[in-house]
């Protein structure tokens, strides 16, 4: 039964993904908020319909919308609602949302020249864009930012609620702070059960490198920390608490992912794509983009902390745990 809690009511949807539903959440302030909004599915659009009725209300009542970050599985149900509803969120979401004819072409060139410096065989490549571009299917269609959100703003008609800018899993990443009781509406930034994908961007609009978003994820954990967080209201999974224990228990999980990738550097040097076919055998085909950027998340980690070095050879760079 859908309720509201202390101003915060949960929705939860439906998603075509592998990490199954998403959480979508209500605010009451001086307009009614939506955060974030579901895939674009029938299916979806009626658990959101549904769940809205059983607080008595419709989707033509909500005011304005809040997105933590620009995944489909976010941001799809926005396609259901009025062309004229408010959007608020970090502008290095709205490209994604755009998804003009150039920054297609923009994107598409990045990874094509981003797998090749991985080492990825040629005859992947088709189906490792694919499966970043099916996702999009369940996406929203181009839609404008009303207005943008930034670090310790104030969203608009959320008195008490601030911003945390939090990128890593996405580059436009934010969660929603409120001081008074210390809840989190985090989207993806943290979650109880697993730990979110630091997926791959292309540069950030006006730079010519990558962002490396393990790096900016463990600082956005990092500053999560200083928070006096008492419950997360996640994108995913239940809520919950105890956010230090949890903060230190995924840096160090972390920490031991990049020391394995850092054993299998010993017994030789490898490129990204051979270092993700030992790490991930099973998948690696079906999920190449994912665990793509899972490894090369490892590698800029250990490349970070001087613990292995690499040889930027055309085509491919290799790897190794010799150090620089
Ligand atoms: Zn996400």
């Known amino acids: 039964m859908t309720e509201w809690k202390d101003g915060i009511a949960k929705l939860t949807l439906p998603t075509p993904f592998s990490v199954g539903d998403v ?53 799809g149900l926005l396609d259901f609602l009025p062309p004229e509803l408010e959007i608020h969120a970090h502008p290095l979401n709205q490209r994604w949302l755009d ?46 930012l009303s207005g943008e959100l930034f670090e310790n703003d104030v969203p608009p008609a959320l008195e008490g609620w601030k911003v945390i800018e939090t990128p890593g899993h996405a580059q436009g990443h934010i969660a929603l702070f409120r001081e008074q009781d210390g809840v989190l509406v985090g989207g993806d930034m943290l979650l109880a059960k697993i730990s979110p994908n630091p997926l791959l961007e292309p540069p950030l609009p006006g730079e010519k490198e990558r962002p490396m978003p393990q790096l900016q994820y463990n600082e956005s954990l990092h500053k999560l920390a200083k928070y006096p967080i008492s419950l997360v209201h996640a994108g995913h999974g239940p809520d919950f608490g105890q956010v230090g224990a949890l903060i230190e228990k995924r840096l160090a999980r972390q920490h031991d992912r990049a020391m394995t990738v850092k054993k299998l550097l010993k017994q030789g040097e490898l490129t990204v794509f051979e270092l993700c076919r030992r790490l991930f055998p099973s998948v690696y085909e079906k999920e190449m983009s994912l665990t793509l950027s899972e490894t090369v998340a490892q590698l800029d980690y250990l490349l970070d902390l001087d ?10 760079f290799l790897y190794s745990a010799a150090g620089r």
Do not use: N
């Not at 598409?108 to 099916?134: I, N, R």
């Open 307 to 316: 613990e292995i070095g690499v040889k930027e050879e055309d085509p491919a």
């Open 99 to 144: 998804r003009t004819p150039e920054f297609t072409a923009m994107h598409d060139e990045f990874f094509s020249g981003l797998f090749h410096q991985f080492g990825v065989p040629e005859e992947y490549f088709a189906s490792a864009v694919g499966q970043m571009k099916k996702t999009l299917l369940f996406s929203c269609g181009p839609r404008r």
């Open 23 to 75: 959480h979508a959440y209500l605010l009451k302030g001086d307009r009614l908020t939506l955060v974030d909004a579901g895939v674009k599915t029938k299916k979806a659009w009626e658990a959101f319909r549904m769940q809205l009725a059983e607080l008595q209300l419709r989707p033509e009542d909500i005011e304005q919308v809040i997105l933590t970050h620009h995944h489909p599985d976010h941001v």
